[in-house]
């Protein structure tokens, strides 16, 4: 064994090597800096957009949207307001009182552009509502039947004016012009789901209910068989389209304008609530969300 009294630098070496062992030591010996958790990515918001004419829009159902121009009459209590807010999507509502199909395409109103500008290609869901102002069939069966009404009111003088005109024209032009418009929908937002919501019953099956709803005794049934072949043309129109069709007829029986305060889903002509007449009120704005949240995937 080697002296190190007589090898000073041996001595020397042992000293570094342990001062070496007792750093690196320490070294090894020191816990590791924390480390950052890893951060969840947020998830984007659903981007949401509905399109529409006055039941889309809740006109009638008071307060207004703050942002919504008062020529389109758009609620704070609509349906897409509603649904927007239960599932935490970003909203933008377009709907406009008085909107056809045309109106998707061009202006509607000073400052009001076409509604189909707000589909796009980042859109993850449309609702769409529209076909009853095409052809002027909604305003004929509830303005001027109600005047053929006060001369007849036991017969059917709607039926006996318009005749088959109102059927033909949901048939054979607003069916095409809906279908059309959920294809472009499609192709502005390929990803998106794209659902078209019927219309609610606006009276019953048989029963007249005047004063509140001036329709003569025998319109009633005629009411009824145009708004069926309204909703079957716009079914038809989202099957050819590959969008989904949310059908209010169905779920909004029973609760049509001469219903009961607190049942019904349509204000009547008299002695509602609101003074925009035979629309869904805030009940039947929120049960078209209903229907609308139960049909998306």
């Known amino acids: 064994m080697t002296d190190l009294k007589k090898a000073p630098w041996a001595a020397a070496v042992v000293v570094v090597v342990c001062l070496v062992a007792i750093v690196g030591g320490a070294l090894w010996m ?3 800096r ?3 958790a890893p951060t969840t990515p947020v998830a984007r918001a ?4 509905n399109l529409g004419d006055s039941f889309a829009a809740g006109t009638g159902t008071m307060p207004l949207q703050p942002d919504s121009q008062f020529t389109c009459q758009r609620s704070s209590l609509d349906a897409a307001t509603v649904l927007a807010a239960r599932r935490h999507y970003r909203l933008t509502d377009v709907a406009c009182a008085g909107a056809t199909t045309t109106h998707l395409y061009e202006s509607q109103y000073d400052g009001v552009g076409p509604q189909l500008d707000a589909v796009t290609a980042d859109t993850d869901v449309v609702t ?5 102002n095409d052809g002027s069939v909604y305003s004929s069966l509830m303005g001027d039947c109600a005047e053929y009404a006060a001369d007849d009111p036991t017969g059917s003088p709607c039926r006996t004016h318009l005749g088959s005109d109102p059927i033909t024209t949901v048939r054979d032009e607003t069916g095409p012009a809906v279908e059309r418009a959920l294809r472009d929908i499609r192709s502005r937002a390929p990803r998106a789901e794209v659902l078209i919501v019927g219309y609610p019953w606006l009276v019953p099956a048989k029963r007249a209910c005047r004063p509140a ?7 009633i049934a005629y009411v009824r068989r145009v708004e069926a072949g309204l909703n079957a043309a716009v079914a038809k129109a989202a099957t050819a389209a590959g969008a989904t069709f949310v059908d209010m007829a169905e779920r909004s029986r029973g609760h049509d304008a001469c219903a009961r305060p607190g049942v019904r889903w349509i204000e009547p002509m008299v002695g509602g609530t609101s003074r925009i007449v035979m629309h869904p009120n805030a009940a039947g704005q929120r049960a078209i969300a209903d229907a609308i949240d139960a049909a998306l995937r």
């Open 30 to 32: 020191t816990p590791d």
């Open 34 to 36: 924390p480390t950052a």
């Open 46 to 49: 659903v981007r949401y957009v």
């Open 128 to 132: 769409l509502m529209i076909g009853g």
């Open 213 to 219: 709803v001036r329709l003569a005794d025998g319109d």
